[in-house]
């Protein structure tokens, strides 16, 4: 029974037997690294960006916002997470069919330049924590002439 129930990880398998796709094996290879290095805390995020800002939705389901930890330096923005344990789920006797949550310190960065520090917003709301990261005014560009 308990094998039946894991099965869900036959696909990452099933990605490896296909040579002939090889941009979906490395693809799934890259996933399923990263899945293992952030012991499985995978901080997905959309971007999008205009002339003016960007704009970010970062899922980090189940951490609480003070855990939430945001920098942003020389161009990169670092997001750090931690989440505290979880209680003990197996049964009387050590049965425990799946364990997937984790717990511990997860991060990711990202590189998004000329942004304005000072303006920046952040708001979190049902896992979802959503940034808006004014850019800076255009500099002027100067003109060096090679003599």
Do not use: C
Not at 81 to 94: I, L, Y
């Amino acid at each position: 029974m308990a094998n039946d129930m894991l099965n869900w990880h036959n696909d990452l398998f099933d990605r490896f037997n296909d040579l002939s796709k090889v941009d979906g094996l490395v693809n799934g290879l890259g996933r399923s690294f990263w899945n293992v290095a952030n012991n499985g805390l995978v901080l997905k995020t959309d971007i999008k960006e205009n002339d003016e800002q960007y704009v970010m939705k970062i899922d980090v389901p189940g951490i609480d916002k003070k855990d939430i930890a945001l920098k942003y330096r020389d161009g990169t923005l670092s997001l750090a997470v931690k989440r505290d344990s979880f209680d003990d789920e197996s049964d009387a006797d050590g049965n425990v069919i799946a364990s997937e949550r984790r717990s511990g310190r997860f991060g990711r960065q990202y590189s998004l330049p000329d942004v304005d520090v000072d303006k920046i917003e952040a708001r979190y709301e049902n896992g979802v924590l959503q940034l808006t990261l004014p850019k800076k005014a255009a500099a002027d560009t100067h003109h060096i002439e090679i003599q």
